[in-house]
């Protein structure tokens, strides 16, 4: 008797859990019912935000709908990256970072959120080089010539950039370092305010990322004098590399990818990565990419998780050497 109740008991539980399953399959084989949230953390007509529009217009092929994209610019990312946290985690609120976002725990004395356990990693998405650019009118015809006025004057010159932490302080910290000069960085609260900072005239020049400045590039309005990474942009052949303008060994860029809230079920994971992956081939993104010197990743979660945490591992010890804190 003991045994019959068992086994009811065990048979009653499983039908139960069999109940209790299929619900949550059914609703991950009709996701999304509804649109999608893109956090961007840094201002409209910046890297990041022509990225989530860009890539959203292509996963509405596939989702039914664009997603919604939510500017949420400032303090390095952090403020949309918290809010994130905050968010359900079922697939409708997601965020787009850049390169900073493994780096500003170094940056940041108390951060409120994990940067790992909080997040759910989807997929990184693409990666640039950045350009250091200057007004039209500014009388350095190269890098050279910048980091002779840097070293003449220390502190004099100063670099406006997308927020503490982001890819472009680290590109110009790293400058600093590697050539022995001094340029003050000035935070912005996203890449186009720091661009029209330089061509208003109020700084001399800017660090970032190619797609939010390969137009204003192309238009005539600001210089490039030199690209971050190790080779040249295809985009802009003619423009040096910083190594070749005379810091030997420099080689940096700027990287994007989707994240979650902490919690997410795997296979809604697997399903708006593999929606991303396909947005990644559609025709429109990839020559979108290529326009600003974009290049498509859409590797999987666990590759993106690894590679975040080994640009913390790579770049922490670096940035903790610098000492640089922001409050």
Avoid: C
């Avoid at 992956?277 to 993104?285: F, N, Q, S």
């Avoid at 770049?315 to 610098?322: D, N, S, Y």
């Amino acid at each position: 008797m003991a045994s019959l109740i068992q086994r009811i008991g065990i048979l009653a539980a499983s039908a139960a859990l069999s109940l209790a399953v299929l619900p949550a399959q059914a609703q991950t084989a009709d996701w999304p019912k509804k649109q999608v949230t893109f956090f961007v953390p840094y201002a409209p007509g910046g890297a990041v935000d022509v990225l989530a529009r860009t890539i959203g217009q292509a996963l509405s092929k596939s989702w039914g709908q664009a997603p919604i994209v939510e500017n949420r610019a400032g303090a390095g990312g952090t403020i949309a990256s918290k809010a994130l946290t905050q968010a359900a985690p079922d697939g409708y609120t997601l965020i787009l970072v850049a390169s900073g976002h493994p780096l500003n725990q170094f940056f940041y004395p108390s951060l409120p959120y994990d940067t790992f356990k909080d997040f759910t990693a989807i997929s990184e998405v693409a990666y640039s080089p950045l350009a250091i650019v200057v007004s039209k009118d500014n009388p350095a015809k190269n890098l050279q010539e910048l980091l002779a006025q840097a070293k003449a004057k220390p502190d004099f010159l100063s670099y406006g950039m997308s927020g503490n932490g982001t890819s472009a302080h680290l590109a110009g910290e790293l400058l600093n370092h590697m050539a022995g000069v001094k340029i003050v960085s000035i935070p912005f609260k996203g890449g186009a305010p720091a661009l029209t900072a330089v061509m208003s005239g109020d700084i001399p020049m800017s660090i970032n990322p190619l797609p939010e400045v390969i137009g204003q590039i192309d238009g005539g309005a600001v210089r490039a004098i030199a690209v971050t990474t190790a080779t040249r942009a295809k985009t802009m052949p003619d423009v040096p590399t910083v190594a070749e303008s005379g810091v030997a060994g420099y080689d940096t860029a700027v990287w994007w990818g989707f994240l979650g809230p902490a919690g997410m079920a795997p296979d809604v994971v697997a399903k708006i990565n593999a929606d991303l992956v396909t947005a990644l081939k559609d025709p429109a993104v990839v020559t979108a990419l290529d326009k600003i010197g974009a290049v498509p990743v859409g590797n999987s979660p666990q590759e993106f998780d690894a590679y975040m945490r080994a640009e913390a591992a790579k770049w922490g010890p670096v940035l903790k050497e610098a000492n640089i804190k922001i409050q």
